[in-house]
């Protein structure tokens, strides 16, 4: 079901949490919020979730207004950080506790109830473990549980708070994959919260880059991280390299010569110019370049990531290299040019 | 070769943990604290038994059949009936509304709980016979359409109350609040009204703090003294509970009467410590799974 959002504001004790955010999701999507600690985007979940009220604004669920819908009447399905399993009862109890609980006349026979929970079970790969109690498993486990749980009652929406916050880096790689492939056999929309870009590239249709309050970008993985509309967008998602640059002639200059990246149509003046350690270019000579002394450099998986120092008052630039360029260039003077960049105004 | 490679392991062991004491210091401490229970708690305890059975098991039974002793049990049984029920429901609510919600006036509501642990027992009965005795408002209000509640089986109740209130709420508070609201709000998205809610999730994880601050309550409300003594008027036969019959007939000379009856308040405290270890160990256990996240 498609979710819309429309300028929503929410204050928590006078304290702002959230400025009049806007925002469509579409049906049968997998969307990611993302953003550091702070920037609104689990209160927000909260909101659609009905499980916190809005100070302004309002949701629609489809065509229908849910703004003030209680959490009960919007049938969500919300999956917890710390899974939040009531571990008084078993695995298949709990799974099916949203069909168990509804009143006799939505309610579907028990022994249907008990059906659809196996199902469930199966789907997430759980199968035979249903007599066990949430303390008998293992964190992913858990939080696999709490996905059947959530998607027994046919959510209109799944609500996933940073479902693998709690777990180790390689359980959450593998989690990952699996919900990317339960979504795409169940189709559910799915709306889930992480403060972990990798998470949000590689999982989500769309990335919705929240700071302090507000949606800075909503895109595709490949839109956010190619073209980011914003300084803290660039910064936030992937690395990234800041340099205070000069506008002249159409060009930009590092201190007092241009290195050989056009900007046409810029204002003149004072700018700040990104780029990625990956998008550069290593120069023999330097006719129009940047240039430095490698001040450090460390290996990362199949690269060298060289830390290079352009000059006093800046911050040391980074740049990833293959491993044979990089062999031993250690305190050498090293020149180079960003080969895609962006522009953004102080 | 060998001998050198055992003299740092010997070291070690001579070292051993930095919290353990030396032996000497860890007996004497044991040995304080064993001849310390032998002294104050074990002793008077089996003096009170030995004293009960002094004149035999014959007149152990006579006096228990006393009906004036018999009607303080029956008070004692009822008193405790009504109050801790009232305060199971009470001390639940209070603890949900501290532990869940936040709202103006929590630290007060909390420090109000602990009240009754801090005022003595003898005022908390006084405050009952200032609010409906002959010369208060309420009492002779009260008293023209009938009702009568000092010196009789409400007063009690009250005073027994108010004695014995924190006893639930304390034992919830901190259980309730270290659970937080995440398997409510869990319960809620799928659907569960709030009833349900308390019904199959709230109350389930907190039943084995529940029933252990309901056990002491009830041995608190059996054992009650001081409030109960200023509310009751003493009418034997009618508004004695067990420790007030105690008094009396110790006041009377009458020692195995006296220590008969007291010797079921200790049995009841007994089996509420038997009761409140095997709690305990199951309780710990549910604790220790709920962390083991």
């Known amino acids: 079901m498609e979710v819309r959002v429309e300028k929503l504001r929410k204050e928590f004790e006078r304290f702002p949490a959230l400025h009049h955010v806007s925002l469509d999701i579409r049906s049968g999507e997998l969307i990611a919020l993302l953003g550091p600690s702070g920037s609104g985007k689990t209160t927000l979940l909260r909101l659609i979730s009905g499980l916190e009220a809005p100070t302004e604004g309002k949701i629609f669920f489809g065509e229908q207004d849910a703004s003030y819908k209680s959490v009960q009447e919007r049938n969500i399905g919300f999956v917890f950080q710390h899974y939040a399993l009531f571990r008084h009862m078993t695995v298949l109890e709990n799974v099916s506790f949203g069909l168990k609980i509804r009143p006799a006349k939505r309610r579907p026979a028990a022994a249907e109830i008990k059906k659809r929970a196996l199902e469930l079970l199966e789907l997430v790969q759980l199968s035979g473990l249903e007599k066990r109690y949430p303390a008998q498993l293992s964190g992913g486990q858990r939080q696999r549980v709490a996905l059947a749980r959530a998607m027994a009652v046919e959510p209109n929406v799944l609500l996933l708070d940073e479902p693998f916050g709690a777990l180790d880096a390689q359980v959450r790689k593998d989690l990952r994959k699996w919900l990317r492939e339960i979504h795409d056999q169940t189709g559910h929309t799915t709306v889930f919260v992480t403060h972990d870009q990798e998470e949000a590239l590689e999982l989500a249709d769309r990335i919705v880059v929240m700071s302090q309050g507000r949606i800075e970008q909503v895109g595709t993985p490949d839109e956010v991280y190619d073209n980011p509309n914003s300084p803290f967008v660039f910064g936030f998602i992937g690395q990234s390299n800041c340099l205070k640059v000069r506008i002249s002639n159409h060009e930009v200059w590092f201190e007092d010569r241009p290195i050989g990246v056009p900007a046409p149509g810029e204002r003149e003046g004072e700018a700040l110019l990104y780029f990625r350690p990956h998008d550069i270019q290593i120069l023999d000579g330097c006719g129009g370049c940047m240039a430095g002394v490698v001040a450090s450099s460390r290996r990362v998986a199949g690269t060298r990531h060289v830390e290079v120092d352009v000059g006093s008052g800046h911050n040391p630039v980074e740049i990833e290299l293959p491993p044979e360029k990089a062999a031993g260039i250690d305190r050498s003077r090293i020149a180079f040019r960003p080969t895609k960049w962006k522009i953004f105004r102080p | ?293």
Not at chain 2, 66 to 76: G, N, V
Not at chain 2, 129 to 156: E, R, W
Not at chain 2, 166 to 191: C, K, N, Y
Not at chain 2, 285 to 292: L, P
Request: glycine residues 6%; contains cysteine.
């Open chain 2, 1 to 293: 070769m060998a001998h050198d490679a055992s003299q740092p392991q010997q070291r070690l062991a001579r070292v051993g943990k930095a919290t353990t004491e030396k032996p000497a210091a860890r007996w004497a401490l044991i040995a304080i604290s064993l001849l310390f229970l032998l002294l104050m708690l074990f002793l008077p305890l089996t003096a009170v038994f030995v004293e009960a059975f002094r004149k035999g098991l014959f007149a152990f039974i006579e006096a228990l059949g006393d009906p004036e002793t018999f009607s303080a049990i029956r008070l004692t049984l009822i008193v405790a009936g009504i109050a801790v029920p009232l305060n199971l429901v009470f001390g639940i609510a209070a603890a949900w509304a501290i532990a869940k919600f936040e709202f103006k006036g929590k630290a007060f509501l909390t420090t109000l709980i602990d009240l009754p642990f801090s005022v003595s027992p003898v005022i908390s009965g006084l405050v009952f016979v200032l609010l409906f005795g002959s010369h208060s408002v309420l009492g002779p209000f009260l008293q023209s359409y009938g009702i009568k509640i000092l010196f009789a089986v409400p007063g009690l109740v009250l005073a027994t109350v108010f004695v014995t209130f924190p006893f639930v709420a304390r034992e919830l508070i901190p259980l309730m609040q270290e659970q937080g609201t995440a398997d409510e709000e869990a319960a809620l998205s799928l659907g569960a009204s709030g009833w349900q809610t308390f019904w199959y999730v709230t109350l389930p994880n907190i039943k084995w703090g529940l029933l252990y601050g309901v056990l002491l309550c009830n041995a608190r409300a059996m054992g009650e003294f001081g409030a109960v003594s200023v509310v009751s008027g003493h009418i034997r036969g009618q508004t004695n509970t067990m420790p007030l019959q105690v008094e009396i007939l110790y006041n009377e000379y009458n020692f195995v009467a006296a220590f008969a009856v007291a010797t079921l308040l200790a049995l009841l405290a007994l089996v509420t410590l038997v009761l409140k270890t095997l709690l305990e160990m199951r309780y710990s256990a549910e604790i220790a799974a709920s962390r083991r996240h």
